[in-house]
């Protein structure tokens, strides 16, 4: 059984950090693109950040650019969202999600595995 679970969320002030993790198992992601992503209520899933199966490459929403950071330790199974500067209109419920394809992976579509989620509220 494939089970994505995403933890490290909470509540931080503005210009704060914050750390999200997905431990993955029942698969192995050196096989998998994986890809970070998030949604507030009433609104739909967005990317946020995506890598490469080796972590060599990652892509970025253009309103995180700069201040978070997508890894992946293939070893240990587990993919990270290092977030800093963190704005207000950064708040919703972050998703970690593992694609096989070759898709596009800044879309919902294209993922086969999510986790359940992680809250990140941001205050001002």
């Known amino acids: 059984q494939v089970q994505l679970v995403e933890s490290g969320g909470g509540l931080v002030q503005a210009g704060g950090s914050l750390r999200l993790s997905c431990a993955v198992s029942?698969?192995?992601?050196?096989?998998?693109?994986m890809g970070w992503f998030r949604q507030s209520p009433g609104k739909e899933r967005e990317f946020v950040g995506g890598i490469d199966w080796s972590g060599r490459y990652q892509y970025y929403a253009d309103f995180v650019k700069g201040r978070f950071t997508i890894s992946r330790d293939n070893a240990k199974n587990f993919v990270y969202l290092q977030m800093n500067s963190l704005k207000p209109e950064d708040t919703a419920a972050y998703y970690c999600?593992?694609?096989?394809?070759?898709?596009?992976?800044?879309?919902?579509?294209?993922?086969?595995?999510w986790g359940q989620g992680t809250q990140v509220t941001v205050s001002s």
């Open positions: 999600g593992a694609t096989s394809g070759y898709g596009y992976i800044k879309s919902v579509a294209s993922y086969d595995y």
């Open positions: 029942g698969l192995t992601i050196n096989n998998y693109r």
